[in-house]
């Protein structure tokens, strides 16, 4: 049985998989606009970090210089190389999910519907999935919890995934136990080439974060749009990756979200830091 599931799960997701790489997004795409320019900047000897302001944490610089090396090699172009890349990452870290729900002791009509779920909703955000690097984000914090019980690997994992985004850092509070050695040390093997290398410029993420408006795809820029409709007071900046809106209606929005978004953040912390330290509550802290 648990073969023949896996031979499933695997058939589902190269089928799923091809079907995204076949079918790129027709608009735009932060690979071809943005981190294209990027990887294109450090190859002509510009730094990250000292020489110009990069949103990023470094974990990323490998995901985006990558595709750039191989174009550069006339192996391939950027952005088919980039994609490329996501999918044998995605293949990576698939293959331990599947082992993780093939392995539940649970009944199979739930493994069936998690397999296919997993397979499927990709996609549905197919324009998104490979155009970014949210998906390995995600998944190295995936992985992280599935492998929670092994506290160095758990914790590599984890400040991995704050290496590609710094948005799971505050969960360190909730999934710290007794182990702040093992935290240290995972910290460590992540952080401490990039933080030698690259020391205090690498605020340089925050002082980029703090001082662009609201990116366009996300929910308060939606929010900005509706209002905007009747009142017609903002203009947006024809600027990749975030053409943001400017405007009164912006500058409200942005300092209620500055205010807000900690604060959600703080009292969830808050909310879950009395209670016992399990896997179901890793997973649950971790949706929220």
């Known amino acids: 049985m648990k073969r ?14 091809i079907f995204i790489l076949a079918n790129p997004p027709q608009n735009y795409s932060d690979v071809f606009h943005d ?28 995901l985006l210089y990558v595709p750039e090396m191989l174009n550069r090699a006339n192996i391939g172009h950027y952005y088919e190389n980039y994609r490329l890349q996501i999918f044998l990452l995605d293949i990576l870290i698939s293959y331990f999910i599947f082992r993780q729900i093939i392995g539940l002791t649970t ?25 970014g690097i949210d998906w390995i984000f995600i998944g190295s914090l995936s992985l992280a919890i599935i492998y929670s019980s092994r506290r160095i690997l758990f914790w590599i994992l984890f400040w991995l995934s704050t290496g590609i985004k710094l948005l799971t850092a505050p969960l360190a509070v909730v999934f710290l136990k007794k182990d702040w050695k093992q935290m240290i040390l995972g910290f460590l093997l992540v952080w401490g080439l990039p933080l030698l290398i690259f020391r205090s410029s690498l605020g340089v993420m925050f002082v980029y974060n703090n001082e662009r408006g609201i990116k366009y795809a996300a929910f308060p820029g939606f929010v900005v749009e509706t209002i905007n409709y009747f009142t017609h007071s ?55």
């Open 234 to 288: 903002e203009t947006r900046r024809n600027e990749p990756p975030d053409f943001e809106l400017r405007g009164p209606v912006s500058q409200a929005a942005e300092k209620v979200v500055s205010l807000v978004f900690p604060l959600s953040l703080f009292l969830v912390l808050l909310y879950e830091w009395p209670k016992p330290k399990t896997y179901a509550g890793s997973i649950k802290i971790s949706l929220i």
């Open 35 to 62: 981190y294209r320019r990027y990887a294109s900047m450090w190859a002509s000897g510009i730094t990250p970090y000292f020489e110009h302001l990069y949103e990023y944490p470094p974990a990323t610089l490998p």
């Open 107 to 131: 009944k199979p009509a739930v493994k069936i519907f998690a397999l296919v779920f997993y397979n499927l909703a990709p996609v549905i955000a197919k324009d998104f999935f490979y155009e």
């Open 4 to 17: 023949k599931l896996l031979l499933l799960a695997w058939l589902g997701f190269f089928l799923t998989r």
